[in-house]
């Protein structure tokens, strides 16, 4: 999605360019509206690939707000990466050096082919501004950036924009004494550009043995298909951080190459007793499941759940102790329109954005939500290539409605922590007060989001936890699993990712992850299609040995990093 802008002739502009941009930049400037003129000026440095004009335009701007670190700082959530990028130059002009680091790399990683990490050049090349930067902030910067380029096809710009970013890293090593966990990443970026003569040059330029220097050596040899010296190296890596969980899947995984099986087995398990979390956990489990079919002989799995057990890690504790946004590029712009609104003087914002699907009837209603705290009115238009058919809610009769003070019950869960074990024994609770056959009343309920959020409550996040609460009472009034699908399954049906993700998590709930991950393979459409939301919200349920909905995961996972 692109982000959207403003005309002195009028509210907005279709399909803006960078100069229609910089043109409302320099509109807002000469009105002293300097938040305006700051996102107008980053959009332009981004959709101009960093033109040098247009970042002379940005400057500007910073240098004209007062106290900009203030006006100016990102607001919380989804948050366009050129205006983080943009920041980034507001604190290097303030002398903060190390955060303005962080979040150049944090937008860099965003959009990793953008000519970002070159920025970070002049910041640090006066020896004292280098050693301002800490040597974690500048790992986690080079690993987050690495990462994000190892799932982009290789291009001159990436490239550049990854040597950019080595060039930095290395000013700020050579001011530092203890730089181990710098080195190493440097020596993984190297290894994602394919350099790894340059790579391993640089982990033998290492004074002292290290953690980190070990791992990426194995990494390395990984790389070279030398499965001999990944072993060593991991062993050494063991050595020096005993019982290290990570360390363990990857010795494991190392062992059932070199055919090890029954020490592979040992150090599964050592890994699954360790393991911090549930994904780990599950990889663990599934590398010592392979290894002990491969040893007994009556193999049932394929080399390919050996190679995808690393892809379940990072789905399961989603929506496990924290409450993530919906798979919605227009949260983002709502965000923004929030912002907007409380430091706009127009009474009337009307927005047009583009994205991939039309507007969902839950981000409508953030988006009412958004106006009407704000006092506002206004309209917001989605541009996209197809148009969509959101699954129709039955309309709730006055018998089924929900009661009040119920739907205050779901309003104070919707807004306590999100915790999903919690939050499904209180829906528990909440269901046992109300009568039976009222919750196809909740399922109205989830999907009009009838209660108004509380103040300081950002209304995307509200409106989700809002459905989610609703979703997970409806599940738990329902007389029986069969009447919670029957309740539940078309919200999941509906192309609003929102209400689908909610009902799948409910469903989930009541009925079992195996019954909701049937219910999103069902609706998987066939190679090439575009993912319905259920397809996309199944990655929040948890592990399946399905191989279909492996091969869902996958794609999903594949077309996430390449959107």
């Known amino acids: 999605m692109r982000p959207t802008t403003i005309a002195p002739e009028g ?8 100069e229609d941009f910089a043109r409302a930049a320099a509109w807002a400037l000469s009105r002293s509206d300097h938040r305006l003129a700051f996102e107008q000026a980053a959009a332009a ?18 240098a004209a707000t007062p106290r900009p670190l203030e006006t100016l700082k990102p607001g919380s959530g989804d948050v366009f990466f050129g205006i983080v990028a943009a920041y980034a130059r507001a604190l290097a002009r ?26 970070g050049a002049p910041w640090t090349s006066a020896p004292k501004a280098a050693r301002k930067v800490r040597v974690e902030t500048m790992s986690r910067a080079l690993v987050r950036l690495g990462d994000a380029a190892s799932q982009r096809p290789p ?42 003569e340059r790579a391993e040059a640089l982990l033998d330029g290492a004074e002292r043995p290290a953690w980190e220097l070990e791992i990426e050596r194995a990494a390395l040899a990984s790389a070279r298909e030398d499965d001999g010296a990944r072993l060593a190296h991991l062993e050494r890596a063991l050595a020096l951080q005993p019982r290290e969980p990570s360390t363990l899947l990857d010795l494991a995984d190392a062992l059932i190459a070199r055919g090890e099986l029954e020490r592979a087995i040992a150090v599964a ?18 590398l010592s499941e392979y290894a002990s079919q491969l040893a007994s002989g009556t193999c049932r799995a394929t080399e390919d759940l050996w190679r995808r057990a690393p892809d379940l890690a990072g789905d399961l504790d989603a929506y496990s102790t924290r409450l993530p946004d919906p798979v919605d590029p227009l949260i983002g712009v709502i965000r923004g329109v929030a912002a907007r609104a409380a430091d706009g003087k127009s009474q009337e914002i009307r927005v047009r954005a583009r994205a991939d699907n039309p507007l969902c009837p839950s981000a409508a209603r953030a988006f009412e939500l958004t106006l009407r705290r704000a006092g506002k009115t206004g309209a917001l238009e989605v541009v996209c290539p197809r148009s969509g058919a959101f699954a129709h809610v039955e309309e709730v009769s006055e018998e089924r409605a929900v009661a009040a003070d119920t739907l205050a019950a779901i309003a104070s869960l919707a807004s ?57 009472v409806a599940a738990a009034r329902a007389t029986t699993d069969d009447d919670a699908a029957r309740l539940l399954e078309p919200l999941a049906r509906a192309t609003d990712d929102w209400l689908s993700i909610a009902a799948l998590l409910a469903l989930g709930r009541r009925c079992g992850a195996a019954r909701a991950s049937a219910l999103a393979l069902e609706l998987a459409p066939r190679e090439g299609a575009p993912l319905h939301a259920a397809s996309r919200a199944v990655c929040q349920l948890g592990p399946s040995g399905d191989r279909g909905l492996l091969l869902l995961r996958r794609r999903v996972r594949r077309e996430r990093a390449s959107s």
């Open 94 to 119: 303030a002398g903060r050096v190390d955060a303005a680091i962080d979040h150049l790399f944090l937008a860099a990683a965003f959009e990793p082919e953008q000519p970002l990490a070159a920025w």
């Open 155 to 196: 291009c001159a710009e990436l490239d550049e924009n990854l040597a950019a970013a080595a060039d930095v890293a290395e000013r700020v090593r050579l001011r530092h004494d203890e730089h181990a966990p710098l080195l190493a990443a440097e020596a993984r970026l190297m290894r994602v550009l394919g350099q790894l």
């Open 269 to 286: 398990a050592e890994a699954a007793a360790t393991a911090p979390d549930d994904g780990a956990r599950a990889r663990a489990e599934t």
């Open 416 to 472: 306590s922590t999100f915790h999903l074990e919690d939050w499904a024994r209180q829906a528990e609770a909440i269901a046992a007060t109300v009568r039976r056959g009222e919750a196809a009343g909740f399922i109205g309920a989830a999907a009009e989001v009838p209660v108004e959020p509380p103040a300081g409550t950002d209304p995307c996040s509200w409106v989700h936890a809002f459905q989610i609460a609703a979703a997970l």
């Open 11 to 18: 509210p907005f502009v279709d399909d803006p360019t960078e």
């Open 45 to 62: 440095v981004v959709a101009s690939r960093g033109k040098s004009e247009h970042v002379a335009l940005l400057d500007r701007v910073i």
